[in-house]
């Protein structure tokens, strides 16, 4: 393929996604009520307001729009398989499918652990400060912001199993290099945490035990796939 094909196969790749990111967001803004609700569910009782006459507004559409991005990233995911495995050997293809398929169900896994484990935690951390001097009042525009950056960074936590098993499979790593390197990598799940997550220590703590559990994970399962490279 020539330049230009590339480019137009990369123009056609990206309005696919983007259309199909509109078009989610668009029918999750028809549910934003229900959505709303959803979304709510973790923080019990507490109430919410909006600070500024367009904060509400906008707070849904971004509520909407990223949910249309999640549900939409299998499509994504796919489109970029589709531009990327022309230039692709046999063995890289099985590879890429091996992260297409994983790196989706990773992600989900990651932003439902949130959702369902992480959210009600630091939730129920900070609202037992609340005394009858002061009772918490949360702007909605704060607490989706809150909400949304706490889920994508344990979808993208999750990430990590796929990427190191990758990496030891073409050889990039190997099971000895990453105990050896297990202290920094450490170092660099908690620094990752810290920018992750939202500013406070609570989040930073509950992000960082699952990435290194997963990171534990991940050197068990490159040990697997060393021990079976002879036999293969």
Do not use: N
Request: with cysteine; charged share 10%.
């Amino acid at each position: 393929m020539t330049l230009v094909d590339h480019l137009t196969e990369l123009r056609t790749r990206l309005f696919i996604v983007i259309i199909s990111v509109v078009v989610a967001g668009g029918v999750c803004y028809l549910f934003i009520e229900d959505i709303v609700r959803l979304v709510l569910a973790p923080a019990g009782t507490v109430e919410f307001v909006y600070l500024a006459p367009p904060e509400l507004f906008l707070a849904y559409l971004r509520l909407s729009f990223v949910l249309g991005f999640l549900i939409t990233l299998p499509v994504t995911l796919f489109q970029i398989w589709l531009f990327v495995r022309p230039a692709l050997e046999r063995s890289e293809k099985r590879a890429g499918r091996f992260v297409l398929l994983g790196g989706t169900f990773f992600f989900a896994a990651g932003a439902f652990f949130a959702y369902r484990v992480i959210l009600p935690i630091t939730l129920r951390f900070f609202l037992q400060y609340a005394s009858p001097a002061v009772q918490p009042l949360f702007s909605f525009g704060g607490y989706v912001g809150f909400v949304l950056s706490i889920v994508f960074a344990f979808g993208l936590a999750f990430e990590m199993p796929i990427v190191i098993v990758i990496f030891a499979k073409i050889g990039l790593v190997t099971p000895s290099a990453l105990r050896a390197a297990r202290k920094w990598v450490y170092v660099v799940i908690i620094v990752l945490s810290a920018l992750l997550t939202p500013p406070d220590v609570v989040s930073q703590i509950l992000l960082a035990g699952p990435m290194i559990g997963l990171f534990e994970l991940s050197v068990l399962a490159a040990s697997i796939l060393a021990r079976s490279k002879p036999s293969a």
